[in-house]
């Protein structure tokens, strides 16, 4: 059974620091490439980062491009976003998903990715 669950998320301050955690199960990481989403109160859901299953090749998108990095750790099979210099407009539900090719999450397509975990709740704000 495949599930994927986050962690790490809560309230933090504008300029802060969070690092949310994705841990997989029911597949292994060498399989799957793995994206982070996320979805701000009004908003559609936007991809934030991917990293490919296929040679650990990193996406970042724009607006948290120097902020934000994805990494993961096959031992653990667990999959990282460590999010620095948090900003008002970075809260939202974010959420990590799987899907086996790579292409869905490199060209920002949620509706391709096969396996969503639950979603985790990221405020920033003082």
């Known amino acids: 059974q495949v599930q994927l669950v986050e962690s790490g998320g809560g309230l933090v301050q504008p300029g802060g620091s969070l690092r949310l955690s994705c841990v997989v199960s029911?597949?292994?990481?060498?399989?799957?490439?793995i994206g982070w989403f996320r979805q701000g109160p009004g908003k559609e859901r936007e991809r934030v980062s991917c990293?490919?299953?296929?040679?650990?090749?990193?996406y970042i998108g724009d607006s948290v491009e120097g902020r934000f990095a994805i990494s993961r750790d096959n031992a653990k099979n667990t999959v990282y976003l460590q999010m620095n210099s948090l900003q008002p407009e970075d809260t939202g539900v974010y959420f990590c998903a799987a899907e086996t090719s790579g292409s869905s999450c490199l060209f920002g397509y949620s509706s391709g990715m096969d396996y969503w975990g639950q979603g985790i709740q990221v405020t920033v704000s003082s």
């Open positions: 990293i490919m299953r296929s040679d650990s090749n990193i």
């Open positions: 029911g597949f292994s990481l060498n399989d799957y490439t």
